[in-house]
């Protein structure tokens, strides 16, 4: 066979070199009947043994996810089983069962119907995104019922293969045997989809929107993925072969270095000290942050508690939550946001209609503003948690003053409620906001002397900031967090903040950017948050840096008219500042052949 190479989108990063396995097609379809009058309570049955089986099957596979240490992941499968808990799935189809004397099977296939319609009218975004997880539960209750087996190891050949296949479920990403499958290539699915964070989560190297592959490689043929580069080479030469099996030594070897390294101190070589923390949606995946060696929780997204239920979380439960993660984090800081609901994040318990314009519309602190007693619920959880660690409250997409003046004087109604019931609270816990919308940072100065920390959100700051729509596909090429006025604006209100005499962070994406650390250590950040896959490498190249060097790159950096130019700089700064094994893991990335 001659050699072919086939590129695609780098989806999970690692090399794997192994024979190709091409899997079929595993799609399910169902026979419909009427059934008798005196079958209609086994039919239920039958569909509530196969929705007992799904749930088993998720609790599974989310403890096996747990042991892998994952981030992302848990929340799928967590939204999965509120799903299979949803009288709208459930209580549906045994009514169509009972009314319309089908089986299990129709009744199922009617009710995913009916609910993919009703998404229809609620936010375009979330309605692709609740349309996914229906079609997922959908798929494993219809293949429980018609008996279809999962993927299992004796469905690979003998040995290990790289798998070539057309579409896999994030659950099926997370049951993959390990020992068997090197790496995969999907024909389907971006790099933002949920069985591509599962891959990433999981480390399986792997490769996603390789059109039409299957037919073009042979059974058993030698593949190298390069998940690195997003390249598939099928039946490479021996000296490709060889210069691959190099790369992929060092690869695995320079991921060990950095995860035994996670607890040195996070401090550049002339003992400048920046606080290493953890963005976190969810409480399961505490032990997995404290792994990757997180000082604290710089950001508790905590409108992930309102998200795929039909109702809204009590102050007793939201109180139990903030207790759990605030004692299992202690005596480290905690940063819980308030809810920030709106935009492409919406409750179902939340009543309104489809806004045009909805990052723009009525979200996160705006809606708080308007359901007094929803946000008053949430404080009063906080305010009573707060005497069991150490928490810092965090307000979302702050834009004015008066808004920081009108969460002051419901925080005294709230503290003033909760001392009449002679509840406990602490009287100073730390109130910050979200720097994310230009007009914070046009008031910085003010804004600085109402709260007693920043935390800059780029997200949204580079949404807002260079009119961007984060989830618009159209316009994403243009989403550059190097921007010049991004840097700009990050610059002016880390600048209020200091003059103030006040904290500030950097919790947006930015954060765990290793190409940004030099820029975040030159603009003396109190602290950074990030994703926690990304805190061993960012720890890393802190030690290697000064806190002087990179001064001078921010000085540069802030010089230049282009995003283009900005990178450029520090491509070429920050390879020459690296610690050999960062650098290498860096040039490999980017040079691989
Ligand atoms: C941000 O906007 O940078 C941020 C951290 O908040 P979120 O991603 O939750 O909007
Ligand atoms: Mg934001």
Redesign the pocket.
């Known amino acids: 066979m001659r050699m072919r190479r086939f590129h695609s989108h780098a989806t999970s990063p690692g090399i794997a070199i192994g024979r190709a396995h091409c899997m079929e097609s595993r799609g399910s379809s169902f026979a419909r009947s009427w059934i008798k009058d005196s079958d209609v309570e086994d039919e239920v049955s039958r569909f509530r043994t196969s929705v007992q089986k799904a749930k088993d099957q998720l609790a599974h596979i989310q403890a096996k996810m747990c042991r892998y240490q994952g981030h992302d992941q848990i929340k799928i499968i967590e939204s999965y089983r509120m799903f299979l808990q949803d009288d709208m799935l459930v209580a549906t189809t045994i009514k169509h069962i009972q009314q319309f004397k089908i089986n299990a099977e129709w009744a199922l296939d009617k009710t995913l119907s009916h609910l993919k319609l009703s998404f229809l009218n609620v936010n375009e975004e979330y309605f692709r995104e609740r349309q996914q997880d229906v079609d997922y539960v959908g798929r494993r209750l219809m293949d429980n019922l018609i008996g279809m087996p999962d993927l299992t190891p004796s469905d690979l050949p003998p040995g290990e293969v790289v798998l070539i296949v057309h579409d896999l479920s994030p659950a099926e990403v997370a049951s993959l045997p390990r020992d068997k499958v090197l790496g995969f290539v999907m024909e389907g699915g971006g790099e933002t989809s949920h069985s591509a964070i599962i891959s990433r989560a999981l480390d399986i190297p792997a490769i996603f929107g390789v059109k039409e592959l299957c037919g073009q490689i042979e059974e058993g043929e030698t593949v190298i993925l390069d998940g690195i580069k997003g390249l598939l080479i099928a039946s490479p030469s021996r000296r490709e072969l060889d210069q691959y099996r190099t790369i992929q030594q060092k690869y695995i070897a320079l991921e060990h270095i950095l995860l035994e390294e996670i607890h040195l101190p996070a401090e550049t070589k002339d003992g400048f000290r920046i606080h290493i923390e953890a963005?976190m949606e969810l409480a399961e995946e505490i032990p997995s942050l404290l792994q990757h060696g997180a000082e604290g929780i710089g950001?508790y997204?905590t409108e992930y508690l309102f998200l795929n239920r039909l109702d809204e979380p009590s102050e007793e439960e939201q109180y139990e939550n903030y207790v759990s993660v605030l004692t299992k984090l202690a005596p480290r800081p905690v940063t819980i946001r308030t809810i920030?609901l709106g935009g492409d994040k919406l409750a179902v318990s939340q009543p309104y209609e489809t806004q045009i314009n909805p990052a723009l519309g009525l979200r996160a602190i705006r809606l708080c503003l308007r359901e007094i007693p929803l946000f008053k619920t949430q404080l009063r959880a906080l305010f009573r948690a707060s005497t069991q660690g150490n928490l810092r409250i965090l307000l979302?997409m702050i834009s004015s003053v008066d808004e920081v003046r009108q969460v002051r004087k419901i925080i005294k109604d709230v503290k003033r409620d909760l001392a009449a019931r002679e509840m406990k609270f602490r009287d100073d816990v730390p109130l910050g906001i979200?720097i994310?919308v230009p007009s914070a940072v046009f008031m910085a100065n003010e804004l600085a002397k109402e709260v007693d920390f920043f935390s800059i959100?780029?997200?949204?700051?580079i949404q807002y900031g260079l009119a961007i729509d984060r989830v618009n596909e159209l316009v994403s090429h243009m989403y550059n967090p190097f921007h010049p006025a991004v840097l700009r604006m990050i610059k002016q209100a880390v600048t209020a903040a200091k003059k103030a005499g006040i904290e500030a962070a950097i919790?947006?994406?930015l954060a765990g950017d290793p190409l940004a650390i030099t820029l975040m250590v030159g603009l003396e950040l109190n602290a950074l948050s990030m994703n926690p896959i990304s805190i061993p490498r960012v720890k890393k190249i802190l030690r290697s840096i000064t806190k002087r060097q990179s001064i001078e790159i921010l000085e540069e950096a802030l010089s230049l008219p282009s995003a283009e130019e900005i990178e450029k700089l520090l491509r070429k700064k920050t390879s020459h500042l690296l610690p050999g094994d960062v650098k290498k893991l860096h040039i490999l990335e980017a040079q691989n052949p």
Do not use: A, I, S, V
């Open positions: 963005n950001l997204r920030d979302p979200m994310e959100g780029t997200n949204d700051l919790c947006g994406e």
